[in-house]
């Protein structure tokens, strides 16, 4: 993604991004699990569970992380950010079934 011209405040997946921007970035990463995860059955899961789990570790620390050290959010922004927070736990407990069931 190339960077605009807003100052970066969040590190994710090695690139700076500015807040609208690493939000729509950690949305963009969870739609694609929630995809991924929608057309697999847990028996045949194929996916390599590894780096998702990263992916969604990272995604989660780094959005808990910045609503902490943020204080001008607005309050569509702290929604946007608990959004994502909760996204990734979901995406998380469901990937924990899915491995269960192997
Ligand atoms: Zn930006």
């Known amino acids: 993604m190339a960077r605009c ?7 994710a997946g090695g690139f700076l991004f500015c807040r609208s921007h690493f939000i729509s970035h950690c949305n963009a990463q969870l739609d694609g699990i929630t995809e991924l995860f929608s057309h697999q ?14 992916v969604l570790c990272e995604i989660a ?14 309050a ?9 927070v909760l996204r ?11 491995a269960s069931m192997r």
């Open 5 to 11: 011209g807003e100052p970066a405040t969040s590190s």
């Open 41 to 54: 059955r847990p028996r045949d899961q194929t996916a390599p569970l590894g780096p998702i789990w990263y």
């Open 61 to 74: 620390s780094t959005t808990v992380t910045l609503g902490a050290q943020t204080q001008d959010l607005t």
């Open 76 to 84: 569509p922004e702290k929604d946007q950010l608990l959004e994502i």
């Open 88 to 98: 990734a736990a979901e995406l998380r407990l469901r990937k924990f079934a899915a």
